[in-house]
């Protein structure tokens, strides 16, 4: 399914203003369907959703706030000058996703309008949780209702209304329904209960991020593990919340394929010495697998070891311990069109099994046969093994190490975490936020710290300027500090 698809659906979504009767009846194509089907949407959401979440996680600046990728050219992202962001690109999947639930409504394809329910959680949530208070229940109605000027809702409603979205998608898909149209299903092909897994494991992801200001975050998760029949979640691997690249064109690569950009542009990513260093320091053998060796191991002037990563917000890191021949690049596999172990990622197992052992290791769920320790090794080993190196792990003793044997501490899991979590999605950052955790060191041209959201985008003081400042009074300074609700 090409990426290139998605153009022709976005142009009839997001058209804001209807032509005047006369045109209308002269522009109308007898031998042209008026109707778009809404799997056809759903193929361009699914892919968007997935594709521009991965490259937010890679290109942008969730790579640097999560300590994965540090920028030895143009900086910004590093030093945290990041200035008002644009939303368009989230809001325009979103605009995708209600025209396919829409049509679905009207075509009684009741499959698809619980799909468009998780996609719309899945995306909602990630705006939520860049920006804080975003508009929601009076946004994607400037077609039917001529709102051109959003309010904004606060966060605290935003999340149980995304939360009941997710599980009435369940619900949905647990009764008799239309198949799914395989091909319109990049990510599972057409199979129900793993969009039920999915839509049930992103409730956990969701509330336990917000379980510090959301009394009965844990209630929720517990109803989920009490029942998995009614409630499936991820198992394995296999039920991963993910897309393959098929690598033909550039719209269909990874984002640091030489086919969408420039090997000079992936050679201006390199692996942060935050990761570096923690793979070193544990003897990971995920290490060869995604950070290539320096070019020149000798002749270092901080740093001879063959693997070097780039301290994070330094001045001039391009020529940091003596430039480029001895620092290290990402592997080559993420200079590839296409490679199996690189897809675009939205949720994984090894996350889940994070996710569990955290509130377990916290005491505010039970989870039948389990324990804080055991999922915590389950989310390393599940991790390993999409990566091929468990039982190179397991060889070479790495669960017995100091550094990995499970001691109980949230600093530990998180750090785990972390790393299984290399360049899949925005959860290094918000886990950091959240927790304090791993403790990463800032960097002498980021004093600020790692900030804790976007600023909202420029053309909201432009075009939204009412509702923006009253969104303001509610929810605070427009800041990269200001804490949002589930923060406070």
């Known amino acids: 399914m090409k990426r290139l698809h998605k153009f022709l659906p976005v142009l009839f979504v997001t058209t804001l203003f209807s032509c005047a009767k006369g045109l209308e009846e002269i522009n109308v194509n007898p031998n042209q369907s008026e109707k778009v089907n809404p799997q056809f949407l759903l193929s361009t959401a699914l892919i968007a959703s997935a594709y521009d979440y991965q490259k937010d996680a890679y290109y942008d600046k969730p790579a640097s706030a999560g300590r994965y990728i540090t920028l030895v050219r143009n900086e910004g ?12 690109g989230y809001f325009s999947k979103l605009s995708t996703i209600k025209s396919m639930t829409d049509l679905a409504i009207e075509s009684e394809e009741q499959q698809y309008v619980a ?28 077609k039917d209702e001529g709102i051109l000027q959003p309010s904004y809702d606060q966060q605290k409603d935003i999340y149980p209304s995304l939360l009941n979205e997710l599980k009435e998608a369940n619900t949905m898909l647990a009764g008799e329904l239309e198949p799914i149209d395989t ?31 959301y009394p009965q975050a844990f209630t929720d998760m ?18 991963n919340a993910e897309i393959k690249y098929l690598g033909d064109v550039g719209a269909n690569a990874w984002p640091g394929a030489p086919i969408a950009n420039a090997y000079s542009e992936f050679d201006k990513r390199k692996p942060s010495k935050e990761i570096v260093d923690a793979l070193l320091q544990r003897n990971d053998p995920r290490l060869e697998v995604w950070i290539a060796p320096v070019d020149e191991p000798a002749g270092g002037t901080v740093d001879n070891n063959l693997y070097v990563g780039v301290p994070n917000a330094i001045p001039a890191p391009y020529d940091y311990n003596g ?42 769920i039970t989870v039948t046969g389990e324990t804080a320790e055991s999922m915590y090794y389950k989310g390393i080993r599940a991790n390993m093994r999409y990566y091929g190196v468990e039982e190179e792990a397991d060889d070479d003793g790495y669960f017995d190490q100091p550094l ?8 530990q899991l998180i750090g785990q975490k972390w790393i299984a979590g290399f360049l899949k999605g925005a959860e290094a950052w918000f886990d950091y936020r959240r927790t304090g955790y791993p403790q990463f060191v800032l960097g002498p041209l980021a004093p600020g710290g790692i900030p804790k959201r976007y600023i909202y985008p420029e053309t909201e003081r432009s075009y939204n300027e009412e509702q923006y400042q009253k969104a303001l009074t509610v929810f605070g300074e427009d800041r990269q500090t200001t804490l949002m609700w589930y923060l406070k």
């Open 77 to 88: 992202n590093d030093k945290f000058d990041w200035g008002p962001q644009n939303w368009d």
């Open 115 to 142: 799909l468009g329910k998780i996609l719309r959680a899945f995306n909602f949530a990630y705006a939520t949780d860049l920006y804080g208070d975003i508009p929601y229940s009076k946004a994607l109605l400037s």
């Open 183 to 213: 091909k319109a299903d990049a990510m599972y092909g057409g199979n129900v209960l793993n969009w039920r897994k999915f839509a049930n494991s992103l409730r956990l992801r969701m509330l336990l991020r917000i379980s510090k200001a």
């Open 222 to 239: 517990q109803e989920i593990l009490n029942n998995k029949t009614q409630y499936p979640i991820f198992e394995s691997n296999a039920d």
């Open 323 to 364: 430039g480029t021949p001895h620092m290290s690049r990402l592997s080559g596999m993420f200079n590839s069109n296409l490679h199996a172990m690189v897809k675009a990622s939205m949720l994984t197992y090894a996350e889940v099994c994070f996710i569990l052992a955290e509130a377990l290791q916290a005491g505010k």
């Open 404 to 411: 990995v044997k499970y001691n109980g501490t949230l600093q």
